[in-house]
């Protein structure tokens, strides 16, 4: 009964789909190109809104995260998720081209290890209003709580999201591009 109420709570987290296929490679990818997944912290009794969404600007298309995040009623995530493929052992890390509102972003892992719906590895980011770079190794990836392994396997890799997390603030996140080093 235990089982069958955790399977629920976590069909109920999976949103709208944005468009797109599962693929990810070494090389950059357009993120607009792959599947993403808007989800929100109301499935739990949060308040926070926002919305997603695939946009193109000087011929750079890309996915939109944008909203108010609120962490009142236990509260305080928007984000996009994509499946992916399963991810080479010898990976160091994720690549992003990213943009945002200069506030603090977030990259959640979900994993083989993360069974429960708020489980999941995080590292954070620094955007601006112009396009970047980011390199994240897996090393800075930080489990969300003790039950879970202390560093992430990138052959045990389920999805990527993107997250506007852990305090009051109007996210504004754009993702270009995807990718392995």
């Known amino acids: 009964m ?3 109420t955790l399977i629920a709570l976590a069909l109920a987290v999976v949103g709208t789909a944005v468009s797109g296929e599962t ?6 990818q357009p993120a607009a ?7 929100a912290d109301n499935v739990m009794g949060g308040v926070s809104e ?10 750079q298309s890309f ?3 944008s909203g108010d995040v609120s962490t009142q009623n236990r509260g ?17 890390g994720l690549v992003l081209k990213v943009r945002g509102n200069g506030e603090r ?3 959640h892992l979900r994993t083989r290890s993360t ?24 090393s800075a990836f930080e489990p969300s709580g003790q039950l879970l392994p202390g560093r992430v396997t990138p052959e045990t890799i389920k999805s990527v999201g993107l997250v506007a997390f852990g305090r009051d603030h109007s996210a504004d996140v754009s993702l270009a591009e995807i990718g392995l080093y």
């Open 105 to 107: 972003y977030f990259i």
């Open 76 to 92: 305080g995530f928007i984000q996009v998720r994509t499946m992916i493929d399963p991810v080479e052992a010898d990976a160091q």
């Open 115 to 138: 069974l429960l719906p708020w489980q999941y590895y995080q590292a954070g980011f620094e955007t601006g209003s112009d396009w970047r770079e980011v390199k994240l190794p897996w």
């Open 63 to 65: 996915v939109r995260l």
């Open 23 to 28: 693929l990810m490679t070494r090389n950059l």
């Open 2 to 4: 235990i089982r069958n």
């Open 33 to 39: 190109d792959l599947s993403w997944t808007y989800v």
């Open 50 to 59: 926002g919305q997603s969404g695939v946009g193109e600007d000087s011929g």
